[in-house]
């Protein structure tokens, strides 16, 4: 497994957070939503492309299809 994605995902969420609470402080609520949304959509590609070469590897190890 490789250790950078953990630490990319570790970086985007604080990132995130970050952003998030200034918006918020600045009564940007909607903004912050809106934030919060695209880092977890942003997040969750990258556990998406993980999980795709997961199944890909299991399939070549048991030679399926």
Same mark, same amino acid.
């Given at each position: =497994? /490789?250790?950078?994605?953990?630490? #990319?995902?570790?970086?985007?969420?604080?990132?995130?957070?970050? %952003?998030? /609470?200034?918006?918020k #402080?600045?009564?940007?609520?909607?903004?912050?939503? *809106? %934030?919060? *949304?695209?880092?977890?959509?942003? %997040?969750?590609? *990258?556990?998406?492309? =993980?999980?795709?070469?997961?199944?890909?590897?299991? #399939?070549?190890?048991?030679?399926?299809?």
């Amino acid at each position: =497994m /490789q250790v950078d994605i953990i630490f #990319k995902i570790a970086a985007i969420g604080i990132l995130i957070t970050v %952003v998030t /609470q200034v918006l918020k #402080k600045s009564d940007r609520d909607d903004i912050a939503t *809106l %934030v919060s *949304l695209a880092g977890l959509i942003i %997040v969750l590609s *990258l556990v998406i492309n =993980m999980i795709s070469e997961l199944f890909e590897s299991i #399939k070549n190890i048991f030679n399926l299809f």
